[in-house]
């Protein structure tokens, strides 16, 4: 079976749905979602709406739950805090109760699913180096774990007590190795490539490959400044960073 891991749209309403487009190309046939719907950009309605119809798994995101007043926004930083504060205000009552009615974990068979890290959840702690991914394989009871949070594709790999860290777009899953994966970000790249990211797992050939799609990210720019959005976050579109 194929099944589309997505995270971090971001009100990013155009990139949502060219990764939907993409996913649909690839025959997948459930897709995950690992939070951050919300936050940064100019759709946050419409992106809930779209999610709610399409995904099977949904889980809670740090900005989501900053939008509803369940996390502590003082720790953003001034233009996460200011889009927040402009999407609290957006947000109808109906998806206002959709995300505080969110997960912030799910499991199913071999596979975790969470938005930023099995370790204290709740907390939002990244997961971006070997040490960090080793303290969350310490406590992870399955094979695989996939993540967001941090927008970057990574693949950690435990073996024998020990990690490796890599980037490849297609990773096989053996049965004697543990994985991390993060399939970087739909609406908010930061890896230095402005194209949506996202993974396919195919649990036949037991793979995972991280794809990238493009999306109309000038029409996406032009709604977030009509919404007087931080012109920080507009322009990083351009450059995935």
């Known amino acids: 079976m194929k099944y589309g891991i997505i995270s971090d749209v971001h009100s990013n309403l155009e990139a949502l749905l060219s990764v939907k487009e993409s996913l649909e190309m690839d025959g997948a046939e459930e897709v ?34 900053a939008a509803v007043g369940l996390t502590d926004i003082n720790y953003f930083n001034p233009y996460a805090k200011e889009a927040i504060l402009w999407t609290a205000k957006q947000l109808t009552f109906k998806n206002r109760a959709l995300l505080k009615s969110l997960p912030y974990v799910i499991k199913r068979e071999n596979y975790t699913f969470v938005h930023a890290s099995p370790e204290e959840f709740k907390k939002w702690h990244y997961i ?7 303290r969350n394989f310490r406590i992870l009871d399955t094979q695989v774990c996939f993540i967001g949070h941090s927008h970057c594709p990574v693949t950690f790999v435990f073996h024998k007590e020990r990690i490796e860290v890599t980037a490849d777009k297609k990773v096989l899953l053996e049965d004697a190795k543990r994985y991390i994966i ?36 000038i029409l996406a720019q032009q709604k977030m400044r009509r919404a007087n959005l931080p012109n920080y976050l507009i322009e990083r579109l351009t450059w995935g960073h």
């Open 182 to 217: 993060n399939e970087g970000s739909v609406g908010q790249p930061r890896d230095g490539n402005p194209m949506a990211a996202y993974a396919l797992l195919d649990t036949e050939s037991k793979s995972v490959e991280i794809k990238r799609v493009p999306y109309n990210v």
């Open 128 to 134: 971006l180096s070997a040490e960090d991914a080793y």
């Open 32 to 65: 995950i979602f690992l939070g951050d719907a919300v936050g940064y950009g100019a759709n946050p309605n419409e992106v809930l709406e779209l999610l709610v119809d399409w995904v099977r798994v949904f889980i809670a995101g740090n900005h989501d739950m």
